[in-house]
């Protein structure tokens, strides 16, 4: 019996320890991913030459949606100014998104999250042209989206920056107004 009880309490400590070493591992790769250009082995989506001029963006918490007039970001529908440079960050996301994993010709999306995704991008370019990008289930085991182009049945593995960077809605992505000196004097305490 004594035998038995040290060896339960090994196994049970074997396992702590590789439990404690597979997060530890985890957590050290996601934070050497951070600010690390994004890389693949496939290209899911490419904006090619085209001149992006409206983003709009539709998650569970909100939407958002962006125009370029005249080389300048601003909000289609309410007043204020969003972040220029969130969004040009959005934009340069947008140039190349590269995957994973590539799964070619999948029969059930929802399966993936992406009947009903979780994040909808739609582009309008200059041109005309639109494309819709859809960001299904998150993938813990991976650490990827899932992610698909238009009505294409093909299926990526993605980044999650491409779902943080997007999930956001237009009071988010608003450009952060100071007060000046002048008028807090003039806000009433």
Known sequence: MKGQKKI?????????LVCIAYFAV????ANES???PLIGNYTAYS???????????TC????FDVIRSDGVWSYAESAGTPDTGRVSRMESLLLSIPAERELKDVEDLSVYGLEDPQLTIELTFEDGAQNTLSVGFYNSVIDQYYFRVD?????????????SSFAVTDNTIAEQETISSESAAEVPQ
């Not at 339960?8 to 702590?16: G, P």
């Not at 009505?151 to 779902?163: G, K, L, Q």
């Open 34 to 36: 951070r600010g690390k």
């Open 151 to 163: 009505d294409s049945r093909t299926v990526y593995t993605v980044d999650p920056a491409i779902y």
């Open 47 to 57: 904006t090619g030459a085209g001149t992006i001029a409206e983003i709009r963006g």
């Open 8 to 16: 339960t309490i090994l196994l049970i400590a074997v396992m702590l």
């Open 60 to 63: 569970v918490g909100g939407s």
């Open 26 to 29: 985890r957590r050290y790769q």
